[in-house]
């Protein structure tokens, strides 16, 4: 029996029009199962298909169902009744508890009970010759398209605390740390707090002050905006007295077992990511201990290292935003008829969706080679670039697939848009990642190694020339004037983005492991990208787009899976 009405126009020859029970979108659907992407990727650095994935193919199976059910479930309802902040107890004193709603602790438990992330899994893929690093990557790019409000709370700076804790924590602190991520960094205990009402990036302007205590610091300031406020320890910048800007390590609790000086003002109404307990947080002589080499700055050097992790996190957001927002659009389109055809078969639509295929696998390349590639300096900067702006068209096209229906609440692609804003702001907004791009560049001529990685990558003539024309775009910008050359920053940041996908996809249609298809997509993305089609722009091009080839090796939607 359907759980609604019937209503008097649902009757006779327009019955199928109001058959709803058509439109199922991605929730529900197992999401591995449906990812021929995803499986090509596994399949490949699991081993080719050898002993490694054959043990690994069962536990993503499984993940699959999490994310695509009870995960995707929860993220709905923690987004209508997201976390709330009980400021005082019942005698007035100030307890700054973050409550998270019974949706969220659901999600949570589910996920740490399948973390793919934990030290544990990551032992016992490595004894069946699977890459942890690989799986990881795999777990957190099916969790993002449930919920990046949830991987920014699992997944906030944890690396950071742990890694700065053991090179430079008294000993009993850094034993505190182990114990409270003792299921690894993706477990929800970690918080960076940079940034002040005066900014984020610029720490000349910072104003929060830390003085010696003994072995310890006391820490006085507001952060205007820590995301995971809930959690057990943070990441907090302070000014020494001696005027230089250090990381240091702020837990709930002091040494002694008493409430530290961490008050909560007021939770962030936000635009999206409700999931994500963001606060206005004060510290009122914390206690605190400095991440770092006396008057050395190496922490404030290895926490900038480890910022270019969390942008990789961050670039995984926006490839999951734009693969569910891929996912919906196709599910949407395949129901929906106007005109006396389904969507999905009309030529608008299909060059709609034929190029929002091509741009979510050239960013799904370039973040997993961020994330399990060579470690390249100016790849998190130009990953993020690209990914985190494109999780916002992406969902923005998914609303547009869905016409009215995507503009209202119940449908799901209007929660993606409301996610993805925050992507390009997170870690470090457009400006910022080309200004570090420009510093890789200069201090460290990062260029090199980036496109010695492009040429090894690339396989056609047209891209091995647009890599030899980046390294000239690159000399050319080099000699310009320094504020012509930061104007510039952007678009030459773009143009390596664009080589890089290119290089990647090439690169994996080289591996001849879907009969061809990924060199169509590589094909497809090469001439939007790369090729200029002169005064027509290419309209009096007469090859058609294979879509069905597209489309089949893009998603896999059967019932239920």
């Known amino acids: 029996m359907g759980r609604y009405l019937i209503e008097p126009f649902d009757h006779g020859d327009r019955s199928d029009r109001y058959a709803t029970e058509r439109y199922q979108g991605a929730a529900g659907r197992n999401w591995w199962s449906c990812d021929p992407t995803l499986r090509l990727l596994m399949w490949r650095h699991l081993g080719d298909g050898g ?95 449930a919920d990046i409000g949830m991987g920014c709370a699992l997944g906030t700076g944890g690396d950071m605390v742990v890694s700065l804790a053991e090179k430079h924590a008294p000993e009993d602190v850094r034993e505190r740390v182990r114990e409270i991520f003792a299921d690894g960094f993706y477990s929800g205990e970690a918080a960076q707090m940079f940034t002040e009402r005066t900014g984020g990036s610029d720490l000349a302007a910072l104003e929060t002050t830390a003085v010696p205590a003994g072995d310890a610091w006391l820490l006085s300031g507001f952060k205007w905006f820590a995301s995971n406020a809930n959690g057990s320890a943070f990441v907090v910048l302070a000014r020494l007295p001696e005027g230089a800007v250090a990381p240091f390590l702020v837990l709930w609790e002091r040494r002694d077992g008493g ?13 999206g990511t409700r999931s994500v307990a963001s606060a206005e947080v004060e510290f009122a002589e914390a206690e605190a201990f400095l991440l770092a080499g006396q008057g050395s700055g190496s922490g404030l050097g290895t926490m900038m290292k480890l910022t270019n992790a969390s942008r990789l996190g961050v670039a995984m957001m926006g490839l999951g935003v734009a693969r569910r927002a891929l996912v919906e659009s196709i599910c949407y389109a395949g129901a929906r008829e106007a005109f006396g055809r389904r969507l999905i078969d009309q030529p608008l639509m299909r060059r709609k969706l034929a190029e929002l295929i091509v741009e979510v696998e050239a960013v799904q390349a370039m973040v997993f080679d961020g994330h399990i590639g060579p470690r390249l300096r100016l790849a998190p900067a130009l990953i993020k670039l690209r990914a985190s702006r494109l999780g916002v068209t992406a969902a ?10 995507g503009y209202i609440e119940q449908w799901p ?92 996809l090439e690169d994996q249609a080289s591996w001849g492991l879907d009969h061809g298809r990924k060199a169509l997509v590589a094909r497809l993305y090469a001439e939007t990208h790369l090729v200029d089609h002169g005064p027509l722009r290419g309209i009096d091009r007469t090859t058609e787009v294979p879509f069905e080839e597209l489309l089949e090796g893009a998603v896999t939607l059967r019932s239920g899976g």
């Open 51 to 145: 002993g490694g994935f054959a043990w690994a193919e069962p536990h993503l199976e499984r993940l699959g169902a999490l994310m695509g059910g009870l995960v995707a479930e929860c993220a709905e309802e923690t987004d209508r009744n997201p976390p709330r902040l009980e400021k005082y107890d019942k005698w007035g004193r100030d307890v700054s508890q973050v409550v998270m709603p019974p949706s969220f602790q659901a999600a949570r438990q589910a996920l740490m009970e399948d973390n793919f992330t934990s030290p544990s899994f990551a032992a016992e893929a490595r004894a069946h010759g699977a890459n942890p690093a690989a799986l990881a990557a795999a777990w957190t790019y099916l969790l993002d398209q």
């Open 259 to 271: 409430r530290n000086g961490v008050r909560i003002r007021r939770l962030k109404d936000k635009l």
């Open 396 to 405: 923005s096209d998914a609303i547009e697939v869905h016409g009215g229906n």
């Open 413 to 504: 692609v209007a929660r993606l848009l409301r996610d993805a804003q925050v992507n390009p702001i997170w870690e470090g907004g457009d400006n910022i990642l080309c200004l570090d791009v420009r510093r890789a560049m200069l201090k460290e001529q990062a260029h090199l190694p980036f496109l010695d990685h492009l040429r090894a990558l690339a396989t056609s003539d047209l891209v091995l020339g647009r890599v030899d024309d980046l390294a000239k775009a690159i000399t050319a910008w080099s000699g310009l004037e320094h504020a012509v050359a930061e104007e510039r920053l952007y678009p030459l940041a773009q143009f390596m983005a664009d080589v890089y996908a290119a290089a990647l």
